[in-house]
C-alpha cells in the first residue's frame, strides 16, 4: 500500500519523469528497504561534517535531474578518504550540467548484485535479479520472475544465475546474507506490484549484499509518461 509520502515523491517527480536518486533512497526506505544514511546538498560544509559522522571512506555522487546515467559524466567518485578529498570532489561534480547538489553516503562493501522491475504491457509486473555493478550488461546474468515473489521463487531464482556460487563464499569471499537477500526481493516485488500504474521501470545496481546486509546503494526509478 501506498502512503501519502510515496505517491508525494511520485507525484513530484512527474514533470522529470524519473526520480532523482536521493528521493528514490527515500521512497525505497519508506517501503521498509534497505538504504545507506546519506545526505543531499550543496554545502561542502554539511557535507564534510556528515562524512566525518558516518566515517570515511564515502561515495559522492552528482545529483541533477538532467542526468539518468551518472556514470555517462563521470558523476560518481568513489573511495573518498577525507575531507580535503570530498571538497575537491564536490567541487568537480558542481561543474556538472542541471547541477542540483551532491549525494554523500557512506562507501559499501560486500558482492554487488542488481535487482529490477519491468513492468511488461502483456505479462505485468515483471522482477529481475543478478550479478551487478558496471558489468552487468556485459554478463547479463540475471534470472526473471513474475511478481509478486514468494520465498520458493527467490530461491530458484538464487540457483538459477551463473555466478550463484558468489553468493555462498566462493574461493573465501563474504558469505551473502541469503535470509536478507530473500526479504530483500519480496519486499520490493510487493512494492512493485503496488507501483505498477505509476512506473515503467526500476533499476537497483548495485544492490550490496555481506554477511550482514543487503544495502541499495544506487537507484533510478523511471515513471510512466
Not at 51 to 80: F, L, N, R, T, W
Not at 90 to 102: C, D, F, P, V
Not at 133 to 145: M, P, S, W
Request: contains cysteine; glycine residues 8%; aromatic residues 6%.
Amino acid at each position: 500500500m501506498l502512503t501519502g509520502e510515496i505517491q508525494a515523491i511520485l507525484s513530484n517527480a512527474m514533470d522529470v519523469g524519473w526520480v532523482l536518486e536521493p528521493e528514490a533512497k527515500r521512497l525505497f526506505s519508506l517501503s521498509g528497504l534497505d538504504v545507506p544514511q546519506f545526505i543531499w546538498t550543496k554545502d561542502a560544509g554539511q557535507a564534510i561534517s556528515f562524512a566525518g559522522k558516518v566515517g570515511y571512506p564515502v561515495v559522492a555522487k552528482i545529483v541533477s535531474p538532467e542526468i539518468i546515467h551518472k556514470s555517462d559524466v563521470s558523476g560518481v567518485i568513489m573511495g573518498i578518504e577525507d575531507g580535503e578529498e570530498l571538497a575537491e570532489a564536490i567541487k568537480r561534480l558542481s561543474t556538472i550540467q542541471g547541477y542540483a547538489g551532491i549525494l554523500v553516503e557512506k562507501q559499501q562493501k560486500g558482492i554487488e548484485l542488481i535487482i529490477g522491475a519491468k513492468i511488461d504491457s502483456q505479462f505485468g509486473s515483471v522482477i529481475l535479479f543478478g550479478i551487478g555493478g558496471t558489468e552487468a550488461e556485459i554478463y547479463q546474468d540475471v534470472a526473471l520472475r513474475m511478481a509478486p515473489l514468494r520465498e520458493k521463487d527467490v530461491e530458484s531464482m538464487l540457483k538459477e544465475i551463473k555466478a550463484h556460487q558468489l553468493l555462498e563464499g566462493y574461493r573465501g569471499s563474504e558469505i551473502v546474507n541469503i535470509g536478507a537477500l530473500t526479504a530483500t526481493l519480496i519486499r520490493f516485488s510487493q512494492l512493485i506490484v503496488d507501483l505498477e500504474n505509476s512506473i515503467e521501470s526500476i533499476d537497483l545496481n548495485p544492490v550490496i549484499c555481506s554477511s550482514a546486509r543487503c544495502i541499495i546503494a544506487d537507484a533510478r526509478i523511471m515513471l510512466k509518461k
